[in-house]
């Protein structure tokens, strides 16, 4: 049995801490980066054209497009597969 397997082990790292303290520790990690100049900014021209290219791929997919077609604007929260707790 692997250390992941364990059920009565405590979260330690970012599961430990509660969403405040996360999203804390995650802005200064991007504050630090965008300092050091190792954080890309994109130009509204690179947003727009990743976008794009994002919408272009997605929408190939006929099956996921009509099926966003039959929900509308309905919003839902996202369902945890059964793979992801296996």
Known sequence: M???DKTNASP???AAMDERRRREVASLGGRIA???GRAHCFTPEEARKAGQKGGSQISRNRKHM???G???SVHEEPKPSEE???
């Open 12 to 14: 330690r790292g970012f």
């Open 34 to 36: 965008h300092a050091r």
């Open 84 to 86: 992801a707790w296996t």
């Open 66 to 68: 009509a099926e966003l």
């Open 2 to 4: 692997s250390d992941h």
């Open 70 to 72: 039959r929900r509308g």
